[in-house]
């Protein structure tokens, strides 16, 4: 009996060398997760048996558990690169099978999908139609890496001050190229189907007909002009009231209509000038928004702590792609390890709890960095001090049963 339980030892130390050699081979593995061999002795006697004045038969190994404490996070300024701070796994789409994960070093393959080191895609929530995230079915994340489509211009926002203090313009009638027929003047860039960009100009004189009665106040008339033409349109009458606001007409808009040029269709949109005001400060254009622009190329990937993936353009616009889940579970020590740092769901892990970054008990997302691996490299090196060590004892055991037996096969 004592033979088997120094053997029972050795095979203990044995295994308790090897998951102290995996922690150590993985030290630098990004998202690796320690474990540690967790022993049990061993009796031989039934219930009848001699009880509390057994010796017992050795040692067994009840399980190699998981440990899943977080890791330190080290920046890369990658900006695929996801650690996530806090419980939860990344969800990977391992060609058909769904399995889990802490390492998120992810790049793009040649479709645009965002993939992990070994080519499973990552999931998450997808958006409508209007840019919403819509938190139900998983979907593989898309990076939309083509040119972004030209949109041309339908609505200029125009928010301008109109110096009370101006004169009325001396030449009459207007003209775009006579300084003298005209107060005040601002430019904005249009867009046209085709995501040219034109130089729109919009003219501001100061009228010398007064309101109709009973209003009190002073009139401006507007003109427009694109691209330096020479021709211009009579836009219509802005009317302020003596506090400076603007009252007349409501709602303050003016449809402007171009011919396209180069194949573009022709260029119509909306100039919204509510808002606008005439105090005695100089003229100056206080805000302006207009909704066109020309193709774009992507410049970057953003990606915030509720794991929002933006996408940006080389044209200025940015768009949502979608959000990263994360999958929680009641026991993680459960979860199945199927290599390359992925585990897959077990009964004992429990079924997945999936969500959003930073709700329920899931944790936030940072892009730009990695969790490194959760091994202590220090108390790993004593571990395996300590397993050889008792390699040795259980082998000293081996030999001195052995020499005891030697001794009594010896007896004449």
Same mark, same amino acid.
């Given at each position: 009996?004592?033979?088997?339980?120094?053997?029972?030892?050795?095979?203990?130390? @044995?295994?308790?060398?090897?998951?102290?050699? &995996?922690?150590?081979? &993985?030290?630098?593995?990004?998202?690796?997760?320690?474990?540690?061999?967790?022993?049990?002795?061993?009796?031989?006697?039934?219930?009848?048996?001699?009880?509390?004045?057994?010796? =017992?038969?050795?040692?067994?190994?009840?399980?190699?558990?998981?440990? /899943?404490?977080?890791?330190?996070?080290?920046?890369?300024?990658? $900006?695929?690169?996801?650690?996530?701070?806090?419980?939860?796994?990344?969800?990977?789409?391992?060609?058909?099978?769904?399995? #889990?994960?802490? +390492?998120? @070093?992810?790049?793009?393959?040649?479709?645009?999908?965002?993939?992990? $080191?070994?080519?499973?895609?990552?999931?998450?929530?997808?958006?409508?139609? $209007?840019?919403?995230?819509?938190?139900?079915?998983?979907?593989?994340?898309?990076?939309?890496?083509?040119?972004?489509?030209?949109?041309?211009?339908?609505?200029?926002?125009?928010?301008? &001050?109109?110096?009370?203090?101006?004169?009325?313009?001396?030449?009459?009638? /207007?003209?775009?190229?006579?300084?003298?027929? #005209?107060?005040?003047?601002?430019?904005?860039?249009?867009?046209?189907?085709?995501?040219?960009?034109?130089?729109?100009?919009?003219?501001?004189?100061?009228? +010398?007909?007064?309101?109709?009665?009973?209003?009190? *106040?002073?009139?401006?008339?507007? #003109?427009?002009?694109?691209?330096?033409?020479?021709?211009?349109? +009579?836009?219509?009458?802005?009317?302020?009231?003596?506090? =400076?606001?603007?009252?007349?007409?409501?709602?303050?808009?003016?449809?402007?209509?171009?011919?396209?040029?180069? *194949?573009?269709?022709?260029?119509? /949109?909306?100039?919204?000038?509510? =808002?606008?005001?005439?105090?005695?400060?100089? $003229?100056?254009? &206080?805000?302006?928004?207009?909704?066109?622009?020309?193709?774009?190329?992507?410049?970057?990937?953003?990606?915030?702590?509720?794991?929002?993936?933006?996408?940006?353009?080389?044209?200025?616009?940015?768009?949502?792609?979608?959000?990263?889940?994360?999958?929680? /579970? +009641?026991?993680?020590?459960?979860?199945?390890?199927?290599?390359?740092? @992925?585990?897959?769901?077990?009964?004992?892990?429990?079924?997945?709890?999936?969500?959003?970054?930073?709700?329920?008990?899931?944790?936030?997302?940072?892009? *730009?960095?990695?969790?490194?691996?959760?091994?202590?490299?220090?108390?790993?090196?004593? %571990?395996?001090?300590?397993?050889?060590?008792?390699?040795?004892? @259980?082998?000293?055991?081996?030999?001195?049963?052995?020499?005891?037996?030697?001794?009594?096969? %010896?007896?004449?």
């Amino acid at each position: 009996m004592s033979f088997n339980t120094g053997l029972s030892g050795l095979r203990a130390a @044995n295994q308790n060398l090897s998951v102290t050699g &995996n922690n150590i081979a &993985n030290a630098s593995t990004t998202g690796f997760k320690q474990s540690r061999a967790e022993f049990g002795d061993v009796y031989a006697n039934s219930i009848l048996g001699t009880g509390s004045r057994a010796a =017992g038969s050795g040692v067994l190994v009840n399980q190699i558990a998981q440990q /899943f404490d977080q890791g330190n996070i080290s920046i890369t300024n990658n $900006s695929l690169d996801v650690a996530i701070n806090g419980a939860g796994f990344f969800i990977l789409n391992d060609q058909g099978s769904r399995v #889990y994960s802490r +390492a998120g @070093n992810f790049g793009l393959d040649n479709q645009g999908y965002i993939i992990s $080191s070994t080519g499973a895609r990552l999931q998450g929530f997808g958006v409508s139609g $209007s840019g919403q995230i819509q938190s139900g079915a998983l979907t593989d994340m898309r990076i939309q890496t083509q040119d972004v489509a030209p949109t041309a211009t339908t609505k200029v926002d125009l928010r301008v &001050n109109l110096d009370s203090g101006a004169d009325v313009p001396p030449t009459a009638p /207007f003209s775009t190229t006579d300084p003298t027929s #005209y107060s005040w003047s601002t430019a904005a860039t249009v867009y046209d189907s085709l995501g040219n960009p034109h130089l729109l100009t919009t003219y501001y004189a100061k009228s +010398a007909t007064a309101p109709t009665p009973p209003d009190t *106040g002073t009139n401006w008339d507007v #003109y427009s002009e694109l691209d330096s033409s020479g021709v211009s349109h +009579a836009l219509g009458t802005l009317t302020f009231a003596t506090n =400076g606001s603007l009252t007349n007409p409501t709602p303050a808009s003016f449809t402007d209509n171009w011919a396209g040029t180069g *194949g573009a269709a022709p260029i119509s /949109f909306s100039l919204n000038l509510a =808002g606008s005001t005439q105090f005695g400060s100089a $003229s100056s254009a &206080n805000s302006l928004y207009q909704d066109g622009y020309a193709p774009g190329r992507l410049s970057s990937i953003d990606i915030d702590d509720n794991g929002v993936v933006f996408a940006r353009y080389s044209n200025g616009q940015a768009l949502t792609l979608g959000q990263i889940a994360l999958a929680n /579970f +009641a026991n993680p020590q459960g979860l199945t390890p199927v290599g390359n740092t @992925n585990w897959a769901e077990s009964f004992a892990s429990g079924q997945p709890v999936v969500g959003a970054p930073q709700t329920g008990s899931r944790g936030a997302v940072q892009s *730009g960095a990695l969790e490194d691996s959760n091994v202590d490299l220090s108390a790993e090196l004593v %571990n395996l001090i300590l397993a050889q060590r008792d390699y040795q004892a @259980n082998a000293k055991t081996i030999e001195t049963d052995n020499a005891v037996t030697q001794t009594i096969i %010896n007896l004449r």
